[in-house]
T-cell receptor, first 119, second 113 residues
């Protein structure tokens, strides 16, 4: 199996506040999880790779101090959007691979996503 | 050059017809290829994955891979209105020394009843 759960599904917050999004692998262990962002009518953009027990790897142009990632266990990664601004409003989706079988060629399995609206 | 290219569509097909979705990719060393379906406002759902040249069939879906041409496609037979969605092509490619799954922009498919 490869079920990924993400919470919350929708959040509205005021500008300047922080929001935490949780991503859990329910039936497998994930040493690595991936955080994507998707703007309307745009493709998925990888923001960062979350590594259990070590620092996340951020893609070019993604501010690591703004998007804090913690991967404290083999089944949980969190993304905290700090000091959110309206331009951070987007659809954030986490994903993970069940590496049993074909290893890193395994497909990504996605959580249901979190729609963040910053007012 | 974009790493994974798809025509954004929309691609309109009548109900019952075959829908053909195409994708090209830039990294000749890529080894794994995926098709995801994404309904509006939802997260992507894995439809097919393929690793070897040739065809792979699963129900009404057939994925086709041609590594020499750096081309992967998805055929949907007997298209249904419920197949109307955006189909994302994804490629596991080497980026800066590590593996990264890169997505195309997606092709919007409309199945007309």
């Amino acid at each position: 199996g490869a079920v990924v759960s993400q919470h919350p599904s929708r959040v509205i917050c005021k500008s300047g506040t922080s929001v935490k999004i949780e991503c859990r692998s329910l039936d497998f262990q994930a040493t690595t999880m991936f955080w994507y962002r998707q703007f309307p009518k745009k493709s998925l953009m990888l923001m960062a790779t979350s590594n259990e027990g070590s620092k996340a790897t951020y893609e070019q142009g993604v501010e690591k101090d703004k998007f804090l990632i913690n991967h404290a266990s083999l089944t949980l990664s969190t993304l905290t959007v700090t000091s959110a601004h309206p331009e951070d409003s987007s659809f954030y989706i986490c994903s993970a691979k069940n590496l049993q079988g074909v290893g890193y060629n395994s497909p990504l399995h996605f959580g249901n996503g979190t729609r963040l609206t910053v007012t | 050059q974009k790493e994974v290219e798809q025509n954004s569509g929309p691609l309109s097909v009548p109900e019952g017809a075959i829908a053909s979705l195409n994708c090209t990719y830039s990294d000749r060393g890529s080894q794994s290829f995926f098709w995801y379906r994404q309904y509006s406002g939802k997260s992507p759902e894995l439809i097919m994955f393929i690793y070897s040249n040739g065809d792979k069939e699963d129900g009404r879906f057939t994925a086709q891979l041609n590594k020499a041409s750096q081309y992967v496609s998805l055929l949907i037979r007997d298209s249904q209105p419920s197949d109307s969605a955006t189909y994302l092509c994804a490629v596991n490619m080497n980026s800066g020394g590590y593996q990264k799954v890169t997505f195309g922009i997606g092709t919007k498919l409309q199945v007309i009843p």
